[in-house]
């Protein structure tokens, strides 16, 4: 198979140095793949249609996405409805964090607020390939997941708010979204979290289906993380389970390039045979595919999901799936944003996702202006309604503090006459009675 040569990236390792592309291209196509070179992998089995990408010197710090030919008959199976569902997705998601930044500033929200914009890509791809009682586990910058699994938008700006209309009745916040409605199991404020939540989810639906014999049980697990989150130890042990179980569990790696404040390439080694790491390469040393994927396009990201969905469902196991992306701000609303550099960010900011896919969609005849309009229109709506419905929405009572926190209702905090230990003489004092 021909080598493709790449364009030269716009890149930056921390050495200042540019590096040119190139990379070794593979189609999956339900066939055994042979063994490769020694900086390759031996996969047994392959059942993926998409692209897995085995880049040489290319930094995956502030390197342009290698440029993977595209399975260009997929790519085109899109229909008018689809195309406004993954633009209408992107469009609210982008607003929805905005305007946080906005109530963020003007002392509506407190703690920490983790912003999406950039990365609507991967989100809207994935998640509106999913199926209603599909189940996704998010991180602390789980706004726009939520949005793309049909959470309403005015109960997440409550939650945020700290509402009692709020998705978990305003004690969840920013980083902890959930709704079990929804297949949200939730956002979580420490990296890695998440990741045995989303296996166990997968685990239960083998089980149901496997030993219960129940057939309907064909839903699959999505598990968001970043590229920082991929040293940490549960990364690891949720592959080994979900791969030695073949759970219907996939692992989706937004990797925006900096953990915090952190390069990628000056956290982590390189990968065998690269001048820079690739997460997606440690997928098949657990045996499964591992994906990369330009996290700045929907359709590509749209595509490759989907195929991992089908082979989930079709009980072949796991995938990991490694999707380029960016932020377009700090790491929280609190951070100044002062280490990334200003071309840095001008180069990423110029790939942006939805002006990207809104160009495309118009150019073939998926979209027109009005539709556009119209469907930036009901965002726009949809997102002050949220802030007019969180801002109106009353505060939840104090009682509400010890509710969901203890199994026995009888126990230690509500008193044998049904109130709130706290609202006995000397309980903040500790003298309350509670035997």
Known sequence: MATPVLSQALCRQHTGSSIPLKAHTALFAGRAMPRQSNRGCRYQRASLRVCAVAADKVSSTVAEVPRVKANKAKLAEMSPETAKDLY????????????????????????????YSGQEAVSTGVIRALRADDYICSTYRDHVHALSKNVPAKNIMAELFGKKTGICRGQGGSMHMFSAEHGLLGGF???????????????????????????????????????????NGQFYECLNMASLYKLPCIFVVENNLWAIGMQHNRATNPTAGDDSPFIYKKGPAFGMPGILVDGMDVRKVREVAVAAIERARRGEGPTL?????????????????????????????????????????????????????????????????AVKFADE????????????????PKGFGVSPDGRYRYEQPGFGSGTADVS
């Open 88 to 115: 209408k997705d992107m469009f609210l998601g982008r607003e929805f964090e905005e305007m946080c930044a906005q109530m963020y500033y003007r002392g509506k929200m407190f703690g920490f607020v983790h912003l």
């Open 189 to 231: 404020a420490f990296i890695g979290e998440g990741i045995p939540i989303g296996l166990g989810a997968a685990f239960k639906i083998k089980y149901k289906k496997d030993a219960l014999h129940d057939e309907k049980a064909d839903q699959v697990a999505v598990n968001f993380f970043g590229d920082g989150t991929a040293n």
């Open 321 to 385: 799936i490694e999707a380029q992306t960016y932020r377009f701000r700090g790491h929280s609303l609190a951070d100044p944003d002062e280490l990334r550099e200003k071309k840095e960010k001008e180069y990423w900011q110029a790939r942006d996702p939805i002006p990207a896919f809104r160009k495309f969609a118009l150019e073939e005849g998926l979209m027109s202006d009005a539709d556009v309009k119209d469907i930036e229109k009901q965002v726009t709506a949809e997102v002050e309604e």
């Open 393 to 408: 929405s009353p505060k939840p009572e104090r009682g509400q503090l010890l509710e969901n926190v203890f199994a026995d």
